[in-house]
């Protein structure tokens, strides 16, 4: 018993949302860093291939696919971590969220009880027309009370989510395809192009 005593007073503490937030975007940049450096590789690789004879081509190839293969999954584990991140940031959200709505109670119950004990001090037998305002004010005090009181949760529309994000989409086709028509394609393509090349070319 004494040793678990010692194991409790020892036990470090939780670390808060903020912090576990600010670690998983901390290990985000680093994965961000990685999935840069994999393209940074993956150029000159591309380059060569170009220029590669036939004996060369395969291993050129090979590197190639090898890159994007590494480069696939720090992309996978930078999702992980941004869906992670953004579980935490909506449970501080909530957390904060939770905190207001107490000290808003906190206030309210004050503030009624307040307004209870001057209630008291009113004579309603001989101010009908005190007792016709006060009632009025009440009646407006209660709807101010339940608009405060309303959920203000992040709610998403999925559906409207995916029409913006298909209105981007247009916008960058129209965007990348204005650039083609000026310069003969962008980089981005080319590469892009240039990795459906490898990706065929071994499959076959």
């Not at 930078?78 to 909530?94: E, K, P, R």
């Not at 395809?177 to 065929?200: F, P, R, T, V, Y």
Request: a negative charge; aromatic letters at 4%.
């Amino acid at each position: 018993k004494k040793k678990d005593k010692k194991a409790e007073a020892s036990k470090e503490p939780a670390p808060t949302l903020g912090e576990t937030s600010a670690n998983l975007g901390s290990r985000a940049g680093v994965i961000e860093a990685k999935i840069k450096k994999c393209n940074q590789e993956l150029k000159p690789v591309l380059e060569q291939l170009k220029k590669a004879s036939k004996t060369n081509k395969k291993g050129i190839q090979n590197r190639a696919l090898m890159i994007i293969k590494r480069r696939k999954m720090y992309e996978q584990q930078l999702g992980t971590l941004q869906g992670q991140q953004f579980n935490v940031d909506q449970m501080a959200f909530n957390s904060e969220s939770i905190q207001s709505n107490i000290q808003m109670y906190d206030a309210m119950s004050e503030a009624t009880t307040a307004q209870q004990e001057q209630m008291k001090k009113i004579d309603y037998n001989n101010l009908e027309d005190m007792y016709d305002n006060m009632a009025d004010m009440m009646a407006d005090q209660e709807e101010i009370n339940e608009m405060m009181s309303r959920d203000f949760g992040c709610e998403i529309d999925e559906d409207e989510m995916l029409d913006e994000l298909n209105d981007l989409d247009e916008e960058l086709a129209m965007e990348e395809m204005n650039g083609n028509i000026a310069a003969g394609g962008s980089a981005a393509e080319q590469n892009k192009k240039e990795e459906e090349d490898i990706l065929n070319d071994v499959m076959n």
